[in-house]
């Protein structure tokens, strides 16, 4: 269990690492990153979400079912929202990296982490639960998530306005609004689209992971200097939202098995996407980087002791 929840952290580690290397060679340059950043969030990431909720899905009523345990999970994440709000002010964060910081106390990296940790924990049966906490992490991501990112580097952005509606009507979350049109209509799409639409998916990650690398890179070894806003990033992560999990679900009465997948979806690192959103975004796409990457080796030793501590309450 723990083994493979290890290996899925040190292959994100090995693409970033992939990233600084490529951005110190001579013909990758500023083009080459922005060519990541604009390929990852046009193309593969859309089709990434689209792929993931028509193959995990399955059908109308899965799809259905789905849906009407979304409340929870909405309650954690937007729970965590405000946390990051309280402490955004309490602690005064910089206006130009506010939304980096909130997005990365709420909100966290579902798939590419949790779900390998939810299989070998769970098996292939954790994995509908899982996605239920998937389709609300990435609903509020794709909406607030992005907005907030909009707003550090303008902050006249509303979300409820025609250039709002915009900003977070992103290709991403059209792909997965596709995908769940698709679902909900039966449709299946033809063996060659679906064909291409895998092998595209299979880029978002690597991609990403690179270009988090190449701004690791350009920001060179100073960006990972402990910053006030890096520490309690790692305190809301790894220490407050556990417990503000639990306070969430505790009383609600969620079986024991879902209440442990919605606890270690909600712990996991800070998202992937989050580093090319804010470079998208023109927010602090740098200090992004830096939290994504620092969450996800301090991961290497939290997702054990969250493995320990359910195999406690398992067992």
């Known amino acids: 269990m723990v083994i493979n929840a290890l290996q899925s952290v040190l292959m994100l580690l090995t693409l970033i690492l992939t990233g600084c290397f490529v951005a110190s060679r001579p013909w990758f340059g500023e083009a080459g990153s922005n060519l990541f950043s604009k390929f990852t969030v046009q193309i593969a990431i859309p089709c990434y979400m689209f792929y993931n909720v028509w193959n995990t899905c399955g059908s109308a009523e899965e799809l259905l079912r789905m849906f009407s345990q ?16 309280l402490l955004s002010r309490l602690c005064r964060i910089p206006l130009a990296r506010k939304g980096v910081f909130v997005n990365a106390v709420a909100l966290s990296n579902t798939v590419i982490i949790g779900f390998p940790v939810i299989e070998a924990l769970f098996g292939e049966e954790g994995l509908p639960e899982g996605m239920v906490y998937y389709l609300a992490n990435t609903l509020l991501f794709w909406t607030v998530g992005v907005f907030l990112l909009h707003k550090d580097h303008d902050p006249s952005a509303r979300l409820f306005s025609l250039a709002g509606l915009r900003s977070i009507l992103a290709p991403p979350l059209i792909g997965m609004l596709l995908g769940v049109a698709t679902v909900l ?24 992971m690179i270009f ?18 890096l520490l309690l990033v790692l305190l809301s992560r790894f220490v407050l939202t556990p417990l503000l999990v639990l306070l969430v679900c505790l009383p609600s009465g969620l079986a024991p098995t879902t209440l442990q ?4 979806l909600a712990t996991m690192p800070a998202m992937t996407q989050l580093g090319i959103m804010a470079n998208e975004a023109g927010s602090d796409s740098a200090f992004a980087s830096v939290v994504i990457t620092t969450t996800t080796i301090v991961s290497l030793a939290a997702i054990p002791l969250y493995v320990l501590l359910l195999q406690r309450l398992l067992f």
Do not use: D, N
């Open 261 to 264: 997948i919605f606890f270690i």
């Open 70 to 85: 979304l409340p929870i999970p909405f309650c954690i994440i937007l729970a965590g929202l405000a946390m990051g709000f």
């Open 185 to 208: 209509g039966g449709v299946r799409p033809p063996e060659f689209l679906m064909s291409a639409i895998t092998m595209l998916k299979q880029l978002a990650t690597p991609m990403a």
């Open 212 to 229: 988090i690398g190449s701004m690791l890179y350009r920001g060179g070894i100073k960006s990972f200097r402990p910053s006030k806003e």
